[in-house]
Structure formats: C-alpha cells, structure tokens
C-alpha cells in the first residue's frame, strides 16, 4: 500500500469518527438494539483472552525475525516487521 493510499484511508476513518457521531448520535446511544445485544460482557471476555495472546504472538514472531536477522547480519524482514508493527497497532487501536 503506497502512501497516498494510507494518507487518504486515515483521513476517511478520522472523518467517520467524528462525522458519525455528529450527525447520527442515535447509532452510538444505547437504543441501538444491534449493538445492545451483540456487544455485551461475553464478547469483552472473549477479546480480553484472544488480544494479549495475539499481541504476545506477534512480539514472538517480531523478536524471532530480530534474531534471524542478527544471525544473517543484514536486514532481509524489514517488510515484514514493518506489517507486523502496523497489525498489532491497527489491533489494538481497533479495541478503542
């Protein structure tokens, strides 16, 4: 993804953040039977054990990339640890 394309994605989301909220207050209240049934204390339980074993996977796999890459002395998974730094940051800003 080239960076026009990451420029205008965060601009589209910060505007549904604040547009929504704005001009449709009725689908973030607590009268949106979807969201009352759908999210409830099982669901956060759910997410609570699922994220911290995702993040603590992906900081495994990132460490482990380091450490090849020390053994090999050249930075052949810059890539890759760039996409894994960027998962776990979209996954936990996701959460808020």
Not at 60 to 75: G, I
């Given at each position: 993804?080239?960076?026009?394309?990451?420029?205008?994605?965060?601009?589209?989301?910060?505007?549904?953040?604040?547009?929504?909220?704005?001009c449709?207050?009725?689908?973030?209240?607590g009268?949106?039977?979807?969201?009352?049934?759908?999210?409830?204390?099982?669901?956060i339980?759910?997410?609570?054990?699922?994220?911290?074993?995702?993040?603590?996977?992906?900081?495994?796999?990132?460490?482990?990339?380091?450490?090849?890459?020390?053994?090999?002395?050249?930075?052949?998974?810059?890539n890759?640890?760039?996409?894994?730094?960027?998962?776990?940051?979209?996954?936990?800003?996701?959460?808020?």
């Amino acid at each position: 993804m080239n960076r026009a394309i990451q420029g205008c994605t965060v601009v589209v989301v910060i505007a549904l953040w604040v547009i929504i909220p704005l001009c449709a207050p009725w689908l973030l209240n607590g009268k949106n039977i979807l969201l009352e049934k759908f999210i409830n204390e099982q669901l956060i339980t759910l997410l609570s054990i699922i994220v911290p074993i995702t993040l603590a996977s992906t900081a495994n796999l990132f460490l482990a990339l380091n450490a090849l890459e020390e053994r090999l002395e050249k930075q052949v998974f810059y890539n890759t640890r760039t996409t894994i730094k960027k998962s776990a940051y979209w996954l936990i800003s996701l959460l808020f």
